[in-house]
């Protein structure tokens, strides 16, 4: 071609002009347009093909994939790699995506899904209550059956637990991610998948602290199947995939598939490292989210996987939260058991809360005065019996806490056992020792409900009064967190600004406390009375709160204050309501570890009257 460029394409090859290849013969090529053939094809002149390439035809083709071809709908061109490829919409609802092999992936249809099936990932209410392993935190046991059952009695929509796969597949659901974090006995100290299904089964949940018998021990770990037999249909399974790998989550899908329970589950991973996996659950049709937040993957990278929620720990900023929200994401605050971690939920728009106690409601009332849905129905077995010599359980009658044996003085909607006596007998120690931190709460009104305050009154009895170790006896307190002792059996947690606790220990006397903040900082301020009650004896207290001030007093037979054992105006002007608690605080994690036998009665909760 005239003022053409040739590119000869040589491979070193010599091509005979001869079907023989012994030289001579006519030629078998000749040269179409574009292309010249040159040389006889003997040995001395073998043949050459030549490629004549028009420079203008090659810059035709160059700017057709540059600019002079456009890439149109459903298509993009990048410049620098030279590839075309495909435009995926971001927009809600799309199901095309790209397939782990690479190519466009629709995904089946998940097995369908209908009212009948009950609670699913799209049936969940607009503020989800999701928490973590069943009630939680400073209880003898969790994330087993029972732990599990009271959770959602207390009103979960899901259930938030750890996933691992043993050696010979069997998959588990526990609150620790492995086994070698588990501090129970016996400790395996293996990762999940190198633990066999009966060793797992071996686990039992009974701290060892306190070196309790294998009789009172509660049971392990529960597979997978017997944890789906209880949420399916009643509360969405959270299941954190972090330890499995890619083999172990192939698994996982074919059990749940087999269930047909694809729309009632969540699964997720910590951000970032677990992200790309999540892909082989969204194929099958799973609904898949990530731990995130700080350094745990941003709300871009979630969103890019895939993952329709994300799970961001109560520490994160408002900015960080509200990123995540805008971002279209489920999101989720966890890990508290706060109500102002709740409220701040709320506020920011999230989707859900996922609290560490579920004795915690995630939608309590506080404005009314009832008997705590998390409370035993009957005592635990092994723990506290309702016969007189092991100790004894008392009835709640609307808004009095009563001693009458007689279950028709309860109100029908509100029977049941709530609080504890225990006795001093010496085979009950064990007992009180596994009872570890039982208590009862309920929520009181703050002060925008009652203006003028209220006055709480109580009785209380030491059984013994030898010295204990910081923390033991009886804790008293109005507190906005459900659970207000460390597991450490140490002070307690910070509550709001604002909110006080009430501490008798029986070697310290009475104490007034006022927490300053959440942060946990020291004590705002503290007011005690050097008074170790005297044991065996029947004590009565009055807490009066009002608009400013609370005040503390021991009340004597007449209901008059007994003299000097009293503690007034402690200025705290910002009480917003919250739960009382009547608790019995266990000292645990130390080898002197001592009892303290309490018991409470006739409590009574009014509001101040006009005048009073």
């Known amino acids: ?13 010599r091509v005979m002009a001869g079907g023989c290849g012994c030289g001579g013969g006519q030629g078998l090529f000749t040269g179409g347009p574009g292309i010249s053939v040159a040389g006889s094809g003997t040995q001395t002149n073998p043949r050459i093909l030549t490629v004549v390439a028009d420079p203008e035809m090659c810059e035709i083709v160059q700017d057709a994939a ?29 199901t095309i995506r790209l397939g782990t092999d690479g190519g466009l992936w629709i995904g089946a249809e998940p097995n369908p899904v209908d009212a009948r099936c009950g609670r699913t990932v799209d049936s969940l209410p607009d503020f989800a209550c999701m928490p973590l392993f069943g009630p939680g935190r400073n209880l003898p046991y969790h994330g087993d059956r029972t732990s599990i059952l009271h959770g959602m009695a207390a009103g979960a929509d899901g259930i938030y637990m750890n996933v691992g796969v043993t050696c010979d597949r069997v998959a588990f659901v526990a609150a620790n ?42 049971p392990g770990p529960l597979t997978l199947e017997e944890f789906l037999n209880i949420t399916q249909g009643r509360a969405v399974a959270i299941l954190n995939v972090t330890v499995l790998n890619a083999a172990e989550d192939q698994y996982l899908i074919e059990q749940l598939r087999r269930r047909c329970c694809e729309r009632q589950v969540i699964v997720i991973g910590t951000a970032p490292a677990v992200l790309p996996r999540l892909a082989a659950y969204q194929e099958a049709g799973i609904d898949t989210g990530a731990l ?5 993957g941003t709300a871009a990278e979630v969103q890019g996987a895939g993952c329709r929620w994300a799970w961001l720990p109560v520490q994160a900023d408002d900015d960080t939260v509200s990123t995540f929200v805008a971002a279209g994401l489920e999101t989720v605050l966890w890990n508290s058991a706060r109500r102002f971690h709740l409220e701040r939920a709320r506020r920011l728009g999230c989707r859900g809360f996922s609290p560490d106690d579920m004795r915690y409601q995630c939608n ?70 596994q009872a570890i931190t039982l208590g009862w709460a309920c929520p009181i009104p703050g002060l ?72 946990g900082a020291p004590l705002a301020e503290t007011r005690s009375i050097s008074y170790p009650p005297f044991p065996g004896y029947w004590y009565r207290f009055k807490l009066r709160i009002t608009p400013g001030e609370i005040s503390f007093w021991q009340l004597d037979r007449d209901g008059e204050i007994a003299g000097v054992n009293r ?46």
């Open 1 to 13: 071609m005239a003022g053409g460029r040739q590119i000869v394409f040589d491979t070193g090859r």
């Open 364 to 433: 309590p009332s506080p404005c009314r005065l009832e008997k705590d849905p998390w409370c035993y129905d009957t005592p635990p077995t092994g723990q506290i019996s309702d016969e007189e010599a092991n100790g004894r359980f008392a009835g709640w009658q609307g808004g009095r806490y009563d001693d009458s044996d007689d279950p028709a003085t309860d109100p029908p909607e509100l029977k049941g056992p709530c609080g504890w006596e225990f006795s001093k007998a010496p085979e009950n120690r064990a007992k009180i020792r």
């Open 177 to 218: 991610q492995a086994l070698n974090e588990y501090p129970f006995e016996p400790a395996i100290g293996y990762q999940w998948r190198h633990t066999t299904a009966a060793q797992v089964r071996n686990i039992r949940l009974g701290w060892r602290s306190l070196q309790q018998p294998a009789s009172t021990v509660w």
């Open 448 to 519: 925008d409900v009652w203006r003028r305050g209220y006055e709480i009154v109580w009785r209380v009895r030491f059984n013994s009064t030898a010295a204990r170790t910081g923390g033991t006896g009886l804790i008293f307190g109005a507190l906005d967190d459900r659970c207000p002792t460390r597991s450490d059996g140490g002070a307690l947690d910070a509550g709001a600004t604002g909110y006080s606790a009430l501490f008798l220990h029986s070697n310290h006397g009475l104490q007034l406390r006022r927490l300053p903040s959440e942060t």
């Open 66 to 94: 540059g600019s002079s071809l456009c890439a149109g709908n459903g298509l993009v061109y990048d410049d620098e790699a030279g590839c075309l490829g495909v435009k995926l919409s971001q927009k809600a609802g799309n």
């Open 292 to 296: 995130a937040g700080g350094t745990g």
């Open 567 to 612: 503690i007034d105006n402690i200025r705290d002007s910002t009480y917003r309501g919250g739960y009382l608690h009547l608790y019995k605080l266990n000292r645990f994690g130390t080898a002197s570890w001592t009892p303290v036998d309490v018991a409470f009665r006739d409590l009574t909760i009014n509001p101040i009257p006009e005048g009073g």
